[in-house]
């Protein structure tokens, strides 16, 4: 059982380019999150879905989207990259949506835009 | 979590007890969770309090006060293993995880 995983495991991107990172989950988990995490800044939500087919925004959701079309899958989407999202993304995932519940992470994507 | 703090940087010797405080101000309260992140990976559980009290488990035990916004780690028996980041996160109104900046501990021999 692979748990969680994210795709790729780091990117270097030219400013203005799309991106889309992906996030794979075999835990059956209804509830799927993406955070960024910089240095001193800890770990940030950007965007949630509690069960497939619904999506919410989170702390930091602007220059990203995301889409949730099945259990399994959620991935992070930026439609024109910049220098500040150069960051370390990582994907969760929990049993249920309640906060009360560990959340699994996956190993997470280094990301650098230039 | 700018509505959270904890200490930045912590040292201590193999064998030892260190203590990881954390403060945080939220207007709703819905548990509090800590999170170990060796470097260059991914956060892992340790534990969820959401009462009053403490919590052990093994060599980690994690403590609440609601009244007082305040929790604390406690990691005992120090092993060089235990190098890692700590992360505070507490589940607000939302119910969603607010994440501290993290406190970096490192084990000397």
């Known amino acids: 059982i692979a748990g969680i995983t994210q795709a790729p495991t780091s990117q270097i991107l030219a400013a203005g380019r799309r991106m889309t990172l992906r996030c794979t989950q075999d835990m059956r988990h209804n509830a799927m999150y993406w955070y960024r995490q910089d240095l001193g800044l800890g770990l940030r939500l950007i965007h949630y879905?509690?069960?497939?087919?619904?999506?919410g925004k989170g702390e930091v959701p602007d220059g990203y989207s995301v889409s949730r079309a099945n259990t399994d899958d959620f991935p992070l989407t930026l439609a024109s990259a910049v220098p500040s999202q150069t960051s370390v993304y990582f994907c969760?995932?929990?049993?249920?949506?309640?906060?009360?519940?560990?959340?699994?992470f996956g190993p997470g994507t280094r990301l650098t835009v230039l | 979590g700018q509505n959270i703090d904890q200490p930045t940087e912590m040292t201590a010797t193999e064998g030892a007890i260190v203590q990881i405080n954390c403060t945080y101000q939220t207007s709703g309260f819905n548990g509090l969770f800590w999170y170990q992140q060796h470097a260059g990976e991914a956060p892992t559980f340790l534990s969820y309090?959401?009462?009053?009290g403490l919590e052990e488990k093994g060599r980690f035990s994690s403590f609440l006060s609601r009244s007082k916004g305040y929790s604390y780690l406690l990691l005992k028996e120090l092993q060089m293993k235990d190098s890692a980041s700590y992360l505070c996160?507490?589940?607000?109104?939302?119910?969603?995880?607010?994440f501290g900046a993290g406190t970096t501990v490192t084990v000397r021999a």
């Open positions: 309090n959401v009462l009053d």
């Open positions: 969760a995932s929990s049993d249920g949506a309640g906060g009360f519940n560990e959340q699994f």
């Open positions: 879905s509690n069960t497939a087919g619904t999506t």
């Open positions: 996160a507490y589940v607000g109104n939302d119910y969603k995880l607010s």
